[in-house]
């Protein structure tokens, strides 16, 4: 069975920093490894994503202060969030791109507040 496991989510200072984990058990050969976010009302939206070679992208408004990176190794995606704004505070999801298809974990809340 195929599970994605978050954490690192948690209430923060605009300003601050956290960083997410997502490590994919159950399967190999992954290809993408992607962060997306939801925030409540909007749709959900890609932050950042890391291919198996190592190419990084990501969305416009987090450019310059996320940072994506990814341990082959242990099929595991790191999302370094830095200079947190309120506006990022949403439910982030961690996507893994399979052969056959894509799975996704369950979600881990950040909140960035005063």
């Known amino acids: 069975q195929v599970q994605l496991v978050e954490s690192g989510g948690g209430l923060v200072q605009p300003g601050g920093s956290l960083r997410l984990s997502c490590t994919a058990s159950?399967?190999?050969?992954?290809?993408?490894m992607e962060w997306h976010r939801q925030a409540p009302g909007k749709q959900r939206e890609l932050v950042a994503g890391?291919?198996?070679?190592?190419?990084?992208y990501y969305g416009d408004s987090v450019k310059g202060r996320f940072t994506i990176s990814r341990d082959n190794a242990e099929n595991t995606v790191y999302l370094q969030m830095n200079s947190l704004k309120p506006e990022d505070t949403a439910v982030y999801y961690c996507?893994?791109?399979?052969?056959?298809?894509?799975?996704w974990g369950q979600g881990t809340q950040v909140t960035v507040s005063a």
């Open positions: 890391v291919k198996s070679g190592r190419l990084q």
């Open positions: 159950g399967v190999s050969g992954l290809m993408a």
């Open positions: 996507r893994a791109n399979g052969v056959l298809r894509d799975y």
